[in-house]
């Protein structure tokens, strides 16, 4: 039995010095296995959590591009609105002024209608808000999806050939202009997290290191001195098999 727990002791030594690990199982410290695989946990929750949030921060990015788009459409319009309010214009001209808002009212359409992100819509009210997983351990944060189709800012019949209000356009530039207030705020708060995930991440890895990894300098010596104690026990089986045949040849003797 010595000999089988020498040549064990000594494979667990080179084991943990080649892989660099010094818990290779629970005979090396159930205790000590046990954090450590709790730390672990927490890493890879930790490092999960951070990916969920850069998904959501790109959503986030693609949401205040879209709508940066649909703030300049809504002010180009607000400034035909102006020029349409001109009374010295003719009725063809005030059409043709119409007829450019009506292409930029198609380009806020266009940006409501295909503003996604994996196949969600995030612009034409159609979704609920997402939530996002931000940790292992419960944590939840809201992403807003929004409405910024015509119909939801209030333009879907905004015309400045007849009776008109730009305070309707103002209104939905203010509208919009919320939507990315929000957008820029939850963005923050993203960032926030994220930064907190890698710092509580870099923490547990560090106690999953100090647990995990080998002492090299402790493993080499500890591995010498088993090899000096197997050397002398082989010495010492030796020394006694001699010994025994010596006193059986005195015997036969």
Not at 151 to 176: K, P, Q, R
Request: charge should be negative; hydrophobic fraction near 35%.
């Amino acid at each position: 039995m010595n000999g089988v727990s020498s040549v064990t002791s000594s494979s667990n030594y080179y084991s943990s010095i080649a892989s660099g690990v010094s818990l290779q199982s629970a005979a090396d410290g159930a205790a000590e296995l046990a954090i450590s695989e709790a730390a672990e946990v927490q890493v890879n929750s930790y490092d999960v959590g951070s990916s969920n949030v850069e998904s959501a921060v790109s959503v986030l990015n693609i949401e205040d591009a879209a709508l940066e788009g649909i703030t300049d459409y809504l002010q180009q319009i607000r400034e035909l609105s102006i020029q349409a309010s001109n009374d010295t214009l003719s009725s063809t001209e005030k059409a043709a002024i119409q007829e450019e808002i009506n292409q930029l009212k198609e380009g806020i359409t266009d940006i409501a209608d295909t503003t996604n992100y994996n196949g969600i819509s995030l612009l034409d009210g159609s979704e609920d808000d997402l939530n996002v997983a931000t940790d292992g351990n419960g944590s939840t944060a809201t992403v807003s999806t929004y409405n910024s189709t015509l119909e939801a800012l209030g333009i879907a019949d905004y015309d400045v050939t007849g009776d008109f209000d730009i305070s309707d356009i103002d209104a939905a530039l203010e509208t919009v202009s919320s939507m990315r207030s929000e957008t820029g705020a939850t963005t923050n708060s993203m960032s926030h997290i994220s930064a907190y995930n890698s710092m509580a991440s870099y923490n547990q890895s560090r106690v999953l290191s100090q647990l995990q990894d080998t002492d090299y300098s402790e493993a080499v010596s500890e591995m010498k001195k088993q090899a000096v104690l197997d050397t002398y026990k082989l010495m010492m089986q030796k020394k006694q098999q001699e010994d025994e045949k010596e006193k059986a040849n005195i015997v036969f003797q």
